[in-house]
């Protein structure tokens, strides 16, 4: 007997997704047994790279997700809505749910667990986070026994192609923006990804995962990367740091941390960290737990093949446990979301954390001296003040922290901010 | 009701995963519906650092395999016997058994799969290989969408550690060696780590799961560490490369690849290579497959809390399928063994790979030509011939070749050892 699916939408991943269970040889044999049922795309007539039956495609979505034939539904058309509605109506008609949606999941996750235990089905979403990397299925599967102290990952391709072509050239963000969607690592409207959204939906779905809680996306505070210069790249390297976009979950106490930091933010990263030499479009993911220290997963992060591979995984995961037990009678804890409560999450005022940021000051030996005063004045303990260099004849002065309160050294900014010769702060930016 | 499991084993990976039942604070809620019923020790009146009940613990190893209350074995002694005899006494009495031993799945695999399939019950080994790093399951359960190509492993820490140590100090083997004996980071039978054959018995494993065949273990061609020199990491470093110990498995068509090719030896690895910057007792394995491309798993390899992680993380995952189905009715296909036949490996006599050699000569303008000669007329093709130095007043030339077929180098080797010029070829490592 072979399990249908019903497959919504037929674009990169669809089609990726499709051309992997049209060409079953060399992989898991639990492949042949997934037949495509049928297809729902927007325009049945335009060309496709894969042979799919006229018959399978549809036009009409909301036929397949209540299609009593089909066994699992894989939403795979991105957008909140009307992929939010088709999967709670999978749901309703007692489908399981396979999707590549981080957006509907970081944002109507609560929704649709909600429904989905109520029903009975599973609802997968490997591909939602760092494309073919396996890592939600670790996170739920094979990490449960630690405390996890943090999640911290480099989750969206495009910024990361972006920061490792400016750290790579010299070039500053805009004009590798510019190559970056010529060569198709950026879309023409490129927000989602330069200002942090695709990574703190990506880390809010991290977070619940590992923290066990159900997480706001409203609550990820979050910064992209359109304020990162060459300049800051070329000081960061000089005091031994990377500057990546970082996606950070962390709490103190696994389960049960009562107060969780999540952020999306430029960082500065010590050359020696593992996540460092990510470079290009590769994602990965950092997890750090007691007892079992660091483990890293790297891959690809996005495209076709590495996220149907994702898809895919899913979809047999789901016919594993069908072939096994026919109709599951209730749900594996580890495959769905069991916690009812949300994460309580530190403000970004209260974060702890070192920070980098560079002024551009006339008059330095003063300067110097009333910089340095400003931060004693809020408890901001500095590391490192280093002239490093001049533009527009005003000198650029670097200073690095310890560990300090984000309230205090925003407070200790403004009144810098203030000093006559003080003229900008033209970068702001954390320190792992 | 709590899932009640037996533990073989109280050394160091036996009382990490009673740390961890023990103290479920923090962690998955599953752990706390796990119950240490019994606990099979040699030496009961040992002192532990873990608080077990008394009349839990027991010298009875065979009691406990045979106690209708447990659930789950957890199979912690190492070793071949009576680990591989208690396995199978606990699946013919109908248990689930978890276990860290890679000698007895890479040796005895085929018996206890196929007493696991007929019993139906489960045999998880996530501890086997890699220690804390999740990378068993994400083979059975995240990729098998994919036609893996293979399989590059740094899955033994002790080597790991040593050659690292050896690279940043440029000290020989056997003083490296005896530091790690203090430290605890080598035995003291180093034999299973420096001549390979812990790490054989991973590729053994972990090759079957990526090729969907069985694999006989002494079909893993080995080679140690041992002959790799200072002088060897030297040149390597010149060269661009750095020497680590890899496991290999090749196929070229996944799952129905015909002819892989399975190895342990030390291998010089291009500097830029994602394993050649994973350092002292980390353990990191790369898989490579379409439509995926690269993904690599990295982490602690050993230590008692990463593989306790590991361990604990198997017992989950049967009691969330407990909980899902009371009793299973049949097993998950992605989680046993269900291949049957055994995968042909290629002689390694045939493999297709790059070599470096070095050669100790006198005469050094006329061996050159020899070497050369002696190469061209077995269709060994050469990329560089450096004299590189000088030792006891014999040139040293290092030859990397390129792609050339094992049996024809080897061919090549004999002859050029039989010239008068030539002394000796003290190292002969493959790369990759």
Known sequence: MAFKIGLLGLGTVGTGTAEIILNPSGRHPLLQEIEIHRVGVRSPDKPRSVQLPPEAITTDLEAIVADPEVDIVVELIGGLEPARSLILKAIANGKHV????????????DEIYTAANEAGVYVLLEASVG??????KPLKQSLGANRI???IGIVNGTTNYILTQMTAVGADFEAVLADAQKLGYAEADPTADVDGLDAADKIA????LGFGG???REDVYCEGIRQVSAADINYADKLGFIIKLLAIAQGAKGYESDRLQLRVHPTLIPKAHP??????VYNAILVEGEPLGQVMFFGPGAGSGPTASAVVSDITNIVG?????GKTESLDPLLTCTHQHYCSIVPIEELETRFYARFLCGDIPGVIGHLGTCFGKHQVSLESVVQIGFQDQLAEIVVVTHDVCEGNFRQALDEILALEAVKTIPSILRVL
Chains 1, 2 share one sequence.
């Open 131 to 136: 494309g073919g990397i396996p890592v939600i």
């Open 275 to 280: 996540l460092a030499s990510i470079n290009g």
């Open 98 to 109: 396979v999707t590549a949606n981080k957006a509907v999941i970081a944002r109507y996750g």
């Open 149 to 151: 102290s943090s999640i």
């Open 205 to 208: 779905i991290l977070a619940s």
């Open 214 to 216: 159900r997480v706001k």
């Open 321 to 325: 446990i069908l072939k096994s037990n």
